[in-house]
């Protein structure tokens, strides 16, 4: 038995994963994953990855990007969400901020530095023809840390996931003031390139397994309802996000990877563009 760790964000993008562990898919082929739940996101995972905490991460594009650059010994597989996250921009319910407008010179609460919720924060101002210098940002690790820090006034608003934050919307304690999709696919699946050498075969067999699992995933019976009492969700919503999520089990292309890194540069999120080797490998 072979044990390969992994490690992804507790949203119902990741379902697939503890579905295969769960019915022993893995085990049967002689792989021992070992899933770790990260509610701190991407930036935590680029370092999971680069300590060797991980193995493997499904991680957001833009985030592992940055972080292949800025020197993470890892490669990415393979795009695992092919449509783009779409990110609410949240605010304390009882905040002054109306509008999106009215959010340009607030200071932002992210995850961590490097996190996808910093990265979209530079998206989004770029969108409004906002000064991405005069961003302003406070750590606040988690979900709950973000509904502390709006809530005490230490920041003004909150990027996240709009399908897993909308039951806080719902109970009043945040107000959702605009929607960000991302400009590119979502979640890919990064890998340290040491088990990329020493486990091609594993790997292979993995992601084998995965995909078969997602190309099959929305026809699962009451999956929607699965999914609704897992994450805590209405059922309707995610029907919704059923029907606005695409999985992929394909490799990310050249052009695609050029897309997120051009983007990157302009936003001066990175210094340099990486080669398509340097940052992908196709399994």
């Not at 503890?18 to 930036?43: K, M, R, S, Y």
């Not at 996240?160 to 999709?181: H, N, Q, S």
């Not at 050498?197 to 009451?222: C, D, G, V, Y």
């Not at 059922?235 to 990157?264: A, F, G, H, V, Y």
Request: aromatic share 8%; net charge negative; proline share 4%.
């Amino acid at each position: 038995m072979k044990t390969i760790k992994i490690a992804g964000v507790p949203e119902h993008f990741n379902l697939p994963w503890h579905l295969c562990i769960e019915n022993g898919a893995f085990e049967d082929v002689g792989i021992d994953l070992q899933w770790t739940d990260v509610p701190e996101g991407t930036g935590k995972m680029c370092q999971m990855l680069r300590d060797g905490e991980t193995d493997i991460a499904v991680i957001l594009s833009e985030g592992i990007v940055k972080d292949i650059n800025a020197g993470n010994p890892s490669k990415i597989v393979q795009v695992y969400v092919e449509s783009p996250l779409i990110w609410g921009i949240h605010v304390d319910a009882k905040s002054k901020y109306e509008t999106l407008s009215d959010l340009e010179h607030g200071k932002v609460a992210i995850s961590r530095l490097g996190s996808g919720s910093q990265l979209m924060a530079y998206v989004n101002a770029n969108n409004q023809g906002w000064n991405t210098d005069n961003l302003e940002f406070e750590i606040v690790n988690t979900l709950d840390g973000a509904v502390e820090s709006l809530s005490k006034g230490t920041s003004d608003y909150f990027m996240w996931e709009k399908f897993m934050t909308k039951p806080l919307v719902d109970k009043g304690i945040f107000r959702k003031v605009a929607d960000c999709p991302t400009p590119w696919p979502c979640f890919v699946i990064a890998i340290r390139e040491e088990i990329l050498k020493k486990h091609p075969n594993t790997i292979a067999q993995i992601l084998e397994i995965i995909n078969i699992t997602t190309q099959e995933f929305k026809e699962i019976p009451s999956i929607d309802r699965t999914l609704a009492t897992k994450y805590h969700q209405k059922i309707e919503d995610i029907q919704e996000w059923l029907r606005l999520t695409e999985w992929s089990q394909k490799p990310l292309s050249e052009n695609m990877l050029n897309k997120i890194q051009n983007q990157l540069f302009d936003l001066k999120i990175i210094e340099k563009k990486g080669t398509f080797a340097e940052l992908v490998k196709a399994i």
